[in-house]
C-alpha cells in the first residue's frame, strides 16, 4: 500500500508561540524545520530557518484556518488594549 502524503504549513514568523503550543496539543501534525530561502532587500540568496506543521492535507487545512482565526483574535486583543492616540492640538 502507497505511503499518505503528508503536507506542510510553513509557520509564519511571529505566530505567538501559544498558538504554536495550541496546534500541537489540538491537531494530528508533526512540528518540523524547513529552509526557505530569503528574496527580499539585501537577502536574495540566503536561507532562513522556518518551522512547519506536517500533516494530512485535511488536517493542514484545519491549523491553516485555526491558526488564522487565532491571530485575528490576537491582533484583535491588542487593538483593543492599545491606547487610543493623542489628537494633534488645535
Known sequence: MAEEQL??????????RS???DV?????????????PLKYANMDGDERSL????GKREVV?????YVFEQ???????EQE???EPEKPAT
Open 7 to 16: 503536507y506542510d504549513m510553513i509557520v509564519p514568523p511571529g505566530v505567538p
Open 19 to 21: 498558538v504554536i503550543r
Open 24 to 36: 500541537i496539543k489540538k491537531f494530528d501534525v508533526q512540528m518540523v524545520e524547513r529552509a526557505r
Open 51 to 54: 518551522i512547519a506543521f506536517r
Open 61 to 65: 487545512e484545519e491549523v491553516e484556518a
Open 71 to 77: 491571530l485575528k483574535r490576537f491582533i484583535d486583543d
Open 81 to 83: 488594549r492599545a491606547p
